[in-house]
């Protein structure tokens, strides 16, 4: 086989056949976390680096979690999966988090990890020279993340790497898509193969998206003609741009009101006028017609449900979201197809059975007059200074700094209110699974996806903490990944006290001076463990000072191609944000 740089390529053992066909099949990154397992792939590494083959430029990744952010946030830009290898079963540990997050997220990874030598004798090259290689085998590897993997295996001769890696990369990719995990045992890799492993072109592709059946699909285009009151949820259509745009053109024309429900993407313009906020219990109880449009919880069953004669329709690569265990949000029709095609036929349907334009004209403005007063009358700006520093002021200050070249990675402090997002494709958020410690990763996956954009990323501090700081600058100081980090730090997890007021709202924690297991003080001085790798630095507690001081880490980002971090000193809150 020939590399696309035109180098001949002839492996003889199977991690070179690994690295090579790892190229050839477009992965541009191995995000790597060694151990003893990786002898067989840095050989090859070394001999393929000096032979000037095509391979995946290697990241050397201090924390497993923080690598497959890094992989997530390099495929949320691009759409393309990554891969990355662990080490044996502690590496793969490690990694489960971010996995979690990657799978609800429905985002493609090739996970692999290296298996500890399988033979004691010495007799096979690559046996069991080191003590741990006995304590750190597993009866079954995989067992530790199945439910979070569309399919593992293990390697189990070198002759079936290419047949391994296509079929792994085809699951990964096809809808809905998700993680994979190969284990790679050291014998096998060390071993030689005998002929090429595998040619040019794939031996399997992915198979193409679900597309939405006709009958249904007629259905739900009367049921929207007729609608008085549509209302469209979602969580994740925003994660194309064409998904973007099919979504705006639909709701436009039909006059839906769209609520962003913990949005993992932006699917409109937050200034589109259907944009109709954050919160979808409201109108949920007027709605005659309500589409849940990839959206894993369009509302809280026990806060608000759709009036009984509503209809209730969710659209989706996988709209009963099958791989959650419980989840019974009412179902009228459930339309399996890709959000793209299907709102786009679903809108051509639509109008063949649509009300006269002037009903939908009437409708149209009125609900535009209610998104753009509601959006007005939620937003504060940077008018006036608070008396301490609030989120929301944070998020507003945020806010200015963005232009349409900007991605903002939020790890979910941001006030969603003062958010100005007109363009597709330019806000990623936290995956509904919540495994904490993603942002830091997201967003250098991210830079490293799209280096001419500007990538701010906004964490509380508990999220900082959890999102391995220190190995997230090394990164980005070994990378040359310059982002902007602002760290909402207001010294404890609401959340996790939030939570306690919920369900005891005058109990003894409500009433306690110290609220139990929420409070993170003394706060670290955030701005120093940055400038151990070498970035800008600082702290912010007046409000006053909060604009200036995020402009001029923004410009050691954009101009030095340094690293920056804003540690903002929030004010003590439980106010529940968007
Ligand atoms: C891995 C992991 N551990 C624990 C939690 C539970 N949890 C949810 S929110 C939260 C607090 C996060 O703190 P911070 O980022 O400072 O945000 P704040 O709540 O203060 O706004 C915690 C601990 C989680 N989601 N993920
Ligand atoms: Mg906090």
């Not at 199977?14 to 050989?43: C, H, K, Q, S, V």
């Not at 090394?474 to 939030?498: C, D, G, I, Q």
């Not at 003394?522 to 701005?527: A, I, L, Q």
């Not at 912010?540 to 001029?552: D, F, N, Q, T």
């Amino acid at each position: 086989m020939k590399l696309d740089n035109g180098i001949a390529f002839r492996p003889e053992t199977g991690a070179e056949a690994w690295i090579g066909l790892l190229a050839a099949r477009g992965i541009d990154y191995l995000f790597a976390n060694g151990g003893t397992d990786f002898a067989p792939l840095a050989e090859a590494f070394a001999k393929g680096s000096a032979q000037h083959w095509k391979m995946p430029q290697p990241v050397i990744v201090p924390h497993e979690n923080l690598g497959v952010a890094m992989a997530h946030g390099f495929t949320m830009l691009t759409g393309r999966a990554q891969a990355m290898m662990v080490h044996v079963g502690v590496g793969t540990a490690n990694a489960i988090n971010g996995l979690i997050n990657a799978a609800r997220m429905q985002i493609p990874i090739l996970f692999t990890a290296g298996r500890t030598p399988l033979t004691e004798s010495g007799a096979v090259f690559g046996a069991r020279n080191n003590y741990i290689h006995w304590a750190q085998e597993h009866f079954d590897q995989a067992a530790m993340l199945r439910e979070f993997v569309k399919w593992d295996y293990e390697l189990r001769h070198p002759e079936q790497v290419g047949a391994a890696l296509d079929r792994a990369l085809a699951i990964a990719t096809s809808e809905p898509q998700g993680p994979v995990y190969l284990t790679l045992p050291r014998e096998i890799l060390a071993a030689a193969i005998a002929g090429a492993p595998a040619g040019e072109r794939p031996l399997l592709v992915s198979a193409t998206p679900p597309a939405v059946d006709p009958d249904s699909l007629e259905k739900v285009a009367k049921l929207l003609a007729a609608a008085q009151r549509p209302l469209l949820i979602t969580a994740n259509a925003g994660r194309t741009a064409q998904a973007s745009a099919a979504l705006a053109a639909l709701a436009k024309q039909f006059a839906i009101p769209v609520i962003h429900y913990r949005p993992r993407y932006f699917a409109l313009s937050s200034e589109h006028p259907m944009h109709a906020g954050w919160e979808p219990h409201a109108l949920l109880k007027d709605a005659d017609l309500v589409l849940v449009v990839d959206c894993d919880v369009p509302w809280l069953i026990s806060q608000a449900n759709p009036k009984p004669e509503a209809r209730v329709v969710h659209i989706g690569p996988d709209p009963l979201f099958a791989r959650y265990p419980m989840r019974s949000f009412r179902t009228d029709v459930a339309l399996t197809g890709l959000v793209a095609p299907t709102l786009a036929r679903l809108l051509e349907r639509a109008l063949a059975h649509a009300p006269g334009e002037a009903t939908l004209a009437a409708r149209r403005g009125e609900v535009t007059k209610r998104n753009e007063a509601a959006r007005r009358q939620a937003r504060s700006g940077i008018g006036s200074l608070p008396p301490a520093l609030t989120a929301k002021y944070a998020s507003a200050c945020l806010n200015t700094l963005q232009d349409a070249d900007t991605i903002l990675v939020n790890e979910y402090p941001l006030v969603l209110e003062e958010m100005v997002v007109c363009e597709p494709c330019r806000y990623f958020a936290s995956a509904p699974a919540g495994g904490l410690g993603w942002g830091l990763g997201a967003a250098l996956g991210a830079k490293l996806a799209a280096p001419q954009k500007t990538v701010i990323c906004a964490v509380g501090d508990g999220a900082y903490m959890f999102g391995n700081p220190t190995p997230a600058h090394f990164v980005s100081e070994s990378m040359k990944l310059p982002v902007l980090f602002v760290v909402f730090n207001n010294a404890r997890w609401a959340a996790v006290h939030r939570s306690t007021l919920g369900m005891y709202p005058k109990g003894a924690a409500a009433q306690a001076e110290v609220p139990p297991f929420a409070v993170l003080e003394p706060s670290p001085r955030f701005e120093h463990v940055i400038e151990a790798s070498g970035g800008y630095g600082v702290q912010v507690s007046e409000p006053g000072e909060l604009k200036p001081a995020l402009e001029r880490a923004l410009r050691v980002v954009r101009e030095e191609k340094r690293q920056a971090l804003v540690n903002v000193r929030l004010e003590a809150s439980y106010t529940k944000t968007s």
